[in-house]
């Protein structure tokens, strides 16, 4: 028996479940898709809210997509991973295991997002790149190429601005911490000097810094 049937709406058709299934109840509308080629009858996939699937895109296994998300192109989300949000995915990009892609984030062309990887806020993947692991992208993050962002790595390009101070973007791997265009090792962030600071942006980057490194070390960015 399949478990949801299609009902059409504009160019795209409404699920409908029809039957229990994972949390998805007999008689639930879902979200919106060209067709059965669009979303699994097997498993407990399934597209809730408004979200949208179009193309060639595959939901399967027992993967979700809701909230506003769209898919599209030749993209495919399996396993148990969960795009949500405002997120899109596109091309050939694939996101699976117990990934997870939320906010306004965007993955496409080659892409792939994958095991407990994390990507939300503002952040583009794109091209080969590879975020996997329990790696965490967020903020204004873009990884492209043929990066790849593994193991328990944590990129944060987000904006951060403390008060009055200056506004620079931050990103900290497992060893390194780049602010603005200075990157370096966290041990050796951990003992510049105020010298050393002022060499990279001037007393600007002294006033952030000042404000900046007591919480860096709460948070234990150092480490």
């Known amino acids: 028996m399949k478990k949801y049937e299609l009902i059409p709406e504009r160019n795209f058709f409404r699920i409908k479940a029809l039957k229990d299934f994972g949390d998805v109840k007999k008689g639930e509308l879902g979200g919106l898709v060209l067709g059965e080629h669009n979303l699994s009858q097997e498993g407990d996939c399934w597209v809730s809210d408004n979200a949208q699937i179009s193309g060639n895109t595959r939901v399967s296994?027992?993967?979700?997509?809701?909230?506003?998300?769209?898919?599209?192109?030749?993209a495919r989300v399996s396993d148990n991973a969960w795009v949500s949000g405002n997120a899109r995915v596109s091309g050939d990009a694939w996101?699976?295991?117990?990934?997870?892609?939320?906010?306004?984030?965007?993955?496409?062309?080659?892409a792939q997002v994958s095991d407990n990887a994390w990507v939300s806020g503002n952040t583009q993947i794109s091209n080969n790149a590879r975020v996997c692991d329990s790696a965490w992208v967020s903020g204004?993050?873009?990884?492209?190429?043929?990066?790849?962002?593994?193991?328990?790595?944590?990129?944060?390009?987000?904006?951060?601005?403390?008060?009055?101070?200056?506004?620079y973007d931050i990103t900290v791997t497992n060893k390194h911490i780049r602010i603005g265009?200075?990157?370096?090792?966290?041990?050796?962030?951990?003992?510049?000097?105020?010298?050393?600071?002022?060499?990279?942006?001037?007393?600007?980057?002294?006033k952030f810094w000042r404000l900046f490194k007591p919480l860096a070390e709460q948070m234990g960015l150092f480490n």
Do not use: P, Y
């Open 95 to 110: 996101i699976r295991d117990n990934a997870q892609v939320s906010g306004d984030a965007w993955i496409r062309d080659n």
């Open 181 to 206: 265009c200075e990157q370096h090792l966290k041990e050796d962030w951990k003992n510049f000097s105020d010298d050393e600071i002022v060499k990279m942006d001037g007393k600007s980057a002294l």
């Open 61 to 74: 296994g027992d993967a979700r997509v809701s909230d506003n998300a769209w898919v599209s192109g030749d």
């Open 140 to 167: 204004n993050a873009c990884v492209s190429d043929d990066a790849w962002v593994c193991g328990g790595a944590i990129v944060t390009v987000n904006v951060i601005t403390f008060g009055n101070a200056f506004i």
